[in-house]
């Protein structure tokens, strides 16, 4: 155990991009509270103000989300690569290390380390942003942020929302260390090169595209796995002046289906696939030491 | 050592292919406790699969026992009491030197923190500063000091000074005699700088196309092999003890022969032990 707190400890001091990445997108939303214009006009009522209030939430969590998820993504994909380019990786096997434990301790801060952090960064900014607007706003905005059930109710969001993705995700880690494992080169290229042959193969030969919406399914799918997005009584709209309008959730919990997300088949598949190329990167990386 | 202890790496019809190209050739060999060690071979001898094997980073065909354990299964438990350092410049870049010490100290039950810190005290180099800002030789000097700091049965050095100066190649082999040596430890090493080398160490492995073409000890070389400078008018006479390699020198040849009638070569010549490097040229010649 003590020896996977190391590993996790190495990967933060060799990708420092994990926590500046964050730690910077947190002051540019900062700065953003502090000298930019707070007050939103035409807001009246306490239902325009939580739904605002909400939505504004929800989007400052959504740029943390999307910036980490294209950053896991390159990490996962350069992780196994880079060691082996700089050549590092003799000197990390000249440890009392597995390469199970090595690979293992990679995927963990891929998918669960790196988001944590973000949502960490997530939190901690949307406070600040909150605590400032509510400083500066002099409509009734201002205090419209500090909605504690509101609060609560996106920290279950983003729980569920890291640990729903690690799992949907899995087969996708997969893949990208598994490439990152194997390649000589230009792990980006090996990284889409396979499936989009595949895909156009059995386009050209077989005349069908199981591979191609088996791929977007699972890279699209994933809010149509983990949330319940058809429940039409869920969402609620609100009306500002004319004709601006924001449609929410009326409630997240409403919105999370972790029943239904755990017991599909499809997760589970996901993760057995998943799995399987784990493997395969464990045992590239036993064989694997150069380039 | 005492007799019926295993010795502490054990080859028998060790193989490696890589496609068609054979790398070891079903290669037997042993290495006792408390023996230096040289691999010598050329380039592409098969000397890097060879310790590859050894060191659990490759897979191969045959017996391999390295500390009692089988390299490739076990590579992580045996780490535990060897190490090695494989090339020049592996440490990664972009560690700082102090975080190598405290993450090896904490992944290595055998690591003792305070001798890699004595020992890199003596230097210019500081905790502060990351492995890219430091020189070659300071690199290897960092690596020596972490490699040096963990007490294993087995190190294994593979071309640890190349591309080195020759102040930082001396540094690294003095400190190795000096700091590390003792009789409870084993090192294998490989290098072209023979000569570098051949007083360090008792032992020599040479490796050519997959084989090995002499195992002996260095007092054995002594007894077993002679060279001889044999002025022209003698050479042929000399021949006729059947040397198994001549090379002219100054005006002279040099003849060598395995298993000699020393007291008859005395005629020819001054009778010398051939050097390690000698020794090399004329049996892979």
Redesign the interface.
């Known amino acids: 155990m003590?020896?996977y707190?190391?590993?996790v400890?190495?990967e933060f001091?060799?990708n420092r991009a994990i926590w500046i990445c964050p730690a910077l997108i947190g002051a540019a939303l900062t700065c953003a509270a502090l000298f930019g214009r707070v007050d939103v006009a035409a807001l009246s009522s306490p239902e325009q103000n939580r739904s605002m209030a909400g939505m504004a939430f929800f989007a400052f969590g959504a740029i943390f989300y999307g910036v980490m998820s294209i950053y896991s993504t390159w990490y996962l994909l350069d992780c196994l690569y880079a060691?082996r380019k700089?050549?590092?990786?003799?000197?990390w096997?000249?440890?009392?290390?597995?390469?199970t434990?090595t690979v293992l301790s990679k995927v963990f801060v891929g998918l669960i380390a790196i988001p944590i952090v973000y949502f960490i960064a997530a939190d901690l900014s949307t406070l600040l942003m909150a605590f400032i607007i509510a400083l500066r706003s002099r409509s009734s905005f201002g205090g419209a942020l500090w909605q504690p059930d509101l609060w609560l109710q996106l920290q279950a969001l983003w729980l569920y929302m890291i640990i729903s993705t690690a799992v949907w995700y899995l087969p996708l880690a997969g893949w990208l260390m598994l490439v990152s494992a194997w390649a000589k080169r230009a792990v980006m290229l090996w990284c889409i090169l396979p499936p989009l042959a595949a895909v156009l193969a059995e386009r050209l030969f077989l005349g069908s595209h199981a591979i191609a919406s088996l791929l977007r399914n699972r890279i699209l799918g994933y809010g149509q796995a983990a949330y319940d997005l058809s429940d039409r009584g869920l969402w609620v709209t609100t009306t500002f002046g004319h004709d601006d309008a924001i449609t929410a959730p009326s409630s997240v919990w409403r919105l999370l289906k972790p029943i239904g997300f755990f017991s599909a088949p499809a997760t589970w598949i996901g993760v057995l696939v998943g799995a399987a190329l784990i493997y395969g990167a464990i045992q590239l990386r036993?064989?694997r030491?150069e380039l | 050592m005492s007799p019926g202890m295993p010795p502490i790496i054990q080859a028998r019809d060790l193989s490696k292919k890589y496609g068609s190209n054979i790398a070891l050739d079903h290669v037997n060999f042993a290495v006792e406790a408390g023996r230096i060690v040289g691999l010598i071979g050329p380039n592409g001898a098969g000397k890097t699969s060879a310790l590859r094997a050894i060191l659990g980073l490759t897979a191969y065909e045959g017996e391999l026992q390295v500390l009692g354990r089988e390299p490739f299964a076990d590579r992580a438990a045996l780490m535990n009491e060897a190490t090695f350092i494989a090339d020049v410049a592996v440490l990664p870049p972009w560690l700082r030197v102090d975080q190598a010490i405290e993450f090896v100290a904490g992944v290595h039950p055998r690591f003792r923190r305070d001798r890699a810190q004595a020992f890199l005290a003596k230097t210019q180099i500081t905790g502060q500063r990351r492995i890219r800002e430091l020189s070659k030789g300071m690199k290897t000097l960092v690596h020596l000091a972490l490699t040096m700091a963990i007490d294993a049965r087995l190190l294994v050095l593979d071309e640890p000074t190349l591309g080195l100066d020759i102040l930082a190649r001396r540094a690294f082999y003095d400190a190795l005699v000096n700091d590390y040596m003792d009789a409870t430890r084993t090192i294998l090493i490989t290098t072209h700088q023979v000569e570098e080398v051949e007083n360090l160490l008792t032992d020599v492995l040479f490796i050519d196309k997959g084989r090995i073409v002499l195992d002996s000890s260095l007092e054995d070389i002594a007894t077993r092999y002679a060279a001889v400078a044999v002025a022209e008018d003698k050479v042929a006479a000399a021949r006729a003890e059947h040397p198994f390699f001549e090379r002219p020198m100054l005006g002279k040849k040099v003849l060598y022969f395995e298993r000699p009638d020393v007291g008859k070569l005395a005629n020819f010549g001054e009778v010398v032990t051939p050097s390690v490097a000698d020794l090399f040229v004329a049996k892979l010649s």
């Open positions: 003590n020896t707190v190391w590993l400890r190495r001091w060799e060691d700089d050549r590092s990786v003799l000197f096997k000249s440890l009392p290390i597995s390469d434990a036993l064989r030491t």
